[in-house]
């Protein structure tokens, strides 16, 4: 026989490889075709919480078929799971698949008839809205309320609506009940006599609105929509950055090459200068005549009947100081040599005691460029 030790070890056991099976269904069921493993496109979950929102009572609706699944005590979230996965419909409930649907009970909403302008139709809630602390308990502020035509009255041009009003404290207990369970609601409404839905959706005037079902979707799509854009402004700007930061690059290189040119240029200029003055210098040092030159031709051309005592040479004049058989035949001489020019007396011509005549003159050299090449011979 089993000991109480071995039993207890077997039931633990045993369930366990329940919840493991469980799990396992569950997980193969999602690898399933949306088609096979999620519900019909018109089901939705149910969840009916009692006045006083201690227990609720789940059910899947499909058009007029109502399919229960039990009544909970929202302290126990995993008998209701349970029972969502023995339906089949855990994961398409958590992966919002199937919608969720909160009906309040009679008791936590408060329903009555207004009777209003015919005008109102185009802009029911609106009107309601604006009027609701006046034909209501409750403020707009404190309260939701969903409205619907009832009929129109043309010849009274009126029409008669109901509208379906609960405080938000009452609403937001009740969606904290829900999520208790890991429900999140994606409609509101009211229930009637039989349970059925008898309103409209109060959640749209409810401040958590902001936490339905696909609101977190919308959320990242807005996020991903703003990183799409910005790594599409990024793959725009890129290449312009590029570009300027080249455009920028090739500027200042550019600048660079002018000044180094114009710098080049004024080099130049200097250099061209220099070079001309001494081309300058030396251009007026080979029209100089030059002196050896000189006195090599002054004693070539002179007669030999003639001698030199002096020889003076400044700039281009020579002075020439002697005697000479003939004072007027040496003139004679230097003026037909071709080496001299403008050959002139200094002194008058004084006859010495041997004979001879003393004279002194003076001559131009004629620069060299100018001279045959007979007389630089």
């Known amino acids: 026989m089993l000991a109480l030790g071995d039993m207890t070890r077997l039931k633990s056991a045993g369930a366990t490889a ?7 269904v569950d997980e193969l069921a999602g ?24 227990a609720a009572t789940l059910a899947i609706e499909s058009g007029r078929q109502r399919r229960p699944l039990g009544r909970f005590a929202l302290a126990e979230p995993d008998a ?29 909403v408060s329903r009555q008839q207004l009777e209003l302008p015919i005008a109102a139709q185009s802009d029911l809630e609106e009107a309601v809205g604006y ?38 404290a009452t609403l937001d207990r009740a969606l904290q009940a829900s999520r208790a369970l890991g429900l999140e609601p994606s409609r509101v409404d009211a229930a009637d006599e039989a349970g059925e839905s008898a309103s409209g959706d109060l959640l749209r005037a409810a401040p958590s609105r902001a936490n339905r079902p696909g609101r977190e979707r ?41 000044h180094a040119n114009i710098a080049a240029v004024r080099l130049q200029h200097q250099i061209d200068e220099l070079v001309g003055e001494d081309r300058y210098l030396l251009d007026k040092k080979r029209a100089a005549p030059n002196p050896l030159q000189l006195l090599l031709d002054t004693t070539r051309v002179t007669p030999d009947t003639a001698w030199l005592t002096e020889w003076d040479m400044t700039g281009a004049e ?22 001299f020019t403008g050959t002139a007396f ?10 001879r005549e003393r004279f ?11 001279q045959p090449q007979e007389a630089k011979r």
């Not at 790594?231 to 950055?241: F, H």
């Not at 001489?333 to 071709?338: C, D, K, P």
């Open 31 to 54: 690898l399933l075709p949306q088609r096979f493993s999620a519900p019909a496109i018109e089901d939705a979950l149910v969840l009916a919480p009692s006045a006083d929102l201690s």
């Open 318 to 339: 020579v002075r020439l100081t002697g005697s000479a058989v003939s004072a007027s035949g040496l003139v004679d001489a230097l003026e037909h040599s071709q080496v």
């Open 18 to 24: 329940c919840q493991f099976a469980r799990w396992w």
């Open 131 to 168: 009027d609701l602390d006046r034909r209501t308990p409750f403020s707009r502020e404190h309260a939701v309320f969903a409205v619907r035509l009832i009929r129109l009255e043309p010849a009274r041009k009126r029409l008669i609506a109901e509208v379906v009003v609960t405080p938000r």
């Open 218 to 258: 919308d959320w990242a799509a807005w996020g991903l929509g703003l990183v799409a854009a910005g790594l599409v402004a990024a793959l725009v700007w890129l290449p312009i950055s590029a570009a300027q930061r080249r455009a920028a690059d090739l500027a200042a290189r550019f600048e660079a090459a002018k």
């Open 346 to 355: 200094l002194s008058p011509v004084t006859r010495q005691s041997d004979g």
């Open 80 to 108: 209701a799971a349970q029972a969502l996965r023995a339906a089949g419909v855990l994961r398409a409930v958590r992966a919002g698949h199937m919608p969720v649907v909160l009906r309040l009970p009679q008791p936590l």
């Open 360 to 370: 002194s003159v003076s001559a131009h050299a004629v620069a060299p460029a100018a």
